[in-house]
């Protein structure tokens, strides 16, 4: 059963990410099934941390990337969602390539939400699993604006 209370697709996903931190780390919304949404980034020198390895912090910029959009796409126009809480726990280094990351609810409740995001590499391993809460408000007119793009 599909989650989605928005119209949604790969084109309106991607098109989020102008002039913010998604497109600036080149985070690549890639699929949609009835509830999970995928997206890519890169392993490279801008999510690297000294050591040349994928930064724990951009894993996290991923994983709460998936599942706030994933949360806000799940909830009617009325309603809109913000993180209150992330966790992530890095279980492989990686230093080129690519990851992947899927969103997937765990609850999508009236006030709360709770998403599981699993990172891999190309091979499918996993490099981080993550768990977002989200908080789901009501929409106001400045956020309504601001929100335009998942509408």
């Given at each position: 059963m599909e989650i989605w209370k928005k119209p949604i697709s790969?084109?309106?996903?991607?098109?989020?990410?102008?002039?913010?931190?998604?497109?600036?780390?080149n985070i690549?919304?890639?699929e949609i099934t009835e509830n999970t949404i995928s997206a890519t980034m890169p392993v490279c020198s801008y999510t690297h941390q000294p050591l040349g390895m994928l930064h724990g912090g951009a894993s996290v910029v991923l994983a709460e990337t998936l599942g706030s959009i994933a949360g806000n796409f799940a909830v009617d126009k009325t309603?809109?969602?913000v993180g209150l809480d992330i966790n992530a726990n890095h279980l492989r280094a990686m230093r080129q390539g690519q990851v992947i990351g899927t969103a997937k609810p765990i609850h999508i409740g009236i006030s709360t939400q709770v998403w599981q995001i699993d990172i891999t590499d190309e091979q499918g391993r996993l490099v981080c699993v993550s768990r977002l809460t989200l908080a789901v408000k009501q929409q106001r007119n400045k956020v309504r604006q601001d929100s335009e793009a998942i509408e």
């Open positions: 790969l084109e309106r996903l991607n098109a989020t990410s102008k002039n913010t931190m998604m497109e600036h780390l690549i919304y890639t309603r809109y969602c």
